[in-house]
């Protein structure tokens, strides 16, 4: 039997940081958190044995799956997910994009892991959708596509499925508010939960920020000016369209504070805890 709480992390970790230690700062917050479940994003990739997910989570008792293991690599990072709990499967999907996207093919990594009753099966989604301000018509796309899949791959009468990833678009964008129910797109609605929202988080949360020296370029060159923007979310799968229990119970903004004047990453993580159990 598994008690709970079902905690989630997710974090970019940024190809380009500056110093080698960001490294460490990530696994020390693992240990200090002990999510269950982890998705990665921009996770570097050298070969199976060597990649940067399982660096990071070296003798921590993950299973880690990286997403060149499921596609042959076009480039030197991807995402990855890892868990305590087996991974019954992995999926990878491409998502669709136009040709002005095309350049950098983007993916949808899925597991589906098997958490002990009264969990059960647990399908857990790592979209990493275009980045780029001017983008979000491909976003929205990417959003329905991804959607379409936890329709196709989700049971209705299990635990509700995630999406823990960065998704490179703050809350009001037309790709959020269709994950999150608020508007349709592509003559299609679904509606999955804001862990940030539904814990009562009343602040912006921001994990994307100037704040941080590593993202104040980048910032920079994408907007030319100083950017607070909240972009890295975990979503769960709304009750009203999978029987699972399952309630948000807490949800905190992580590695979001230098050490030393080493950041983890550009981005700042996402840290949540669901209830899986009435009582």
């Not at 949808?108 to 001017?134: C, M, R, S, T, W």
């Not at 959020?176 to 862990?195: E, P």
């Amino acid at each position: 039997m598994f008690s709970g709480p079902l905690k989630i992390l997710t974090l970019n970790l940024n190809i380009d940081r500056p110093h080698p230690g960001g490294d460490q700062l990530v696994r020390a917050e693992v240990e200090r958190l002990k999510p269950d479940l982890i998705s990665f994003q921009e996770a570097l990739w050298h070969d199976e044995e060597e990649d940067q997910a399982r660096q990071i989570l070296s003798g921590l008792s993950y299973q880690v799956v990286h997403q060149f293991e499921l596609q042959t690599p076009d480039r030197h990072y991807g995402t990855a997910i890892a868990s305590r709990f087996p991974i019954a499967r992995s999926d990878l999907c491409k998502l669709p994009s136009t040709a002005r996207g095309h350049g950098f093919p983007r993916a949808l990594q899925a597991a589906e892991i098997d958490v002990p009753a009264p969990v059960g099966p647990v399908l857990l989604v790592n979209p990493k959708p275009h980045f780029e301000p001017n983008l979000e018509w491909e976003r929205e796309m990417q959003a329905v596509a991804v959607a379409d899949y936890i329709e196709r791959n989700a049971d209705p009468s299990g635990f509700p499925p995630l999406i823990a990833s960065d998704l490179d678009a703050s809350p009001d964008a037309s790709s959020i508010r269709f994950l999150t129910g608020l508007q349709s797109l592509h003559g299609r609605s679904t509606c999955f939960i804001d862990a940030w929202i539904a814990s009562g988080n009343t602040d912006p949360g921001y994990t994307w920020s100037s704040r941080n020296e590593f993202t104040r370029e980048l910032a920079d060159q994408h907007f030319g000016c100083e950017v607070h923007r909240r972009i890295d979310y975990i979503l769960l799968g709304s009750p009203l369209l999978y029987d699972g229990f399952a309630r948000v119970q807490r949800c905190e903004v992580v590695l979001d504070q230098s050490h030393g004047g080493v950041w983890a990453s550009g981005h700042f993580g996402v840290y949540a805890e669901i209830k899986v159990a009435r009582q």
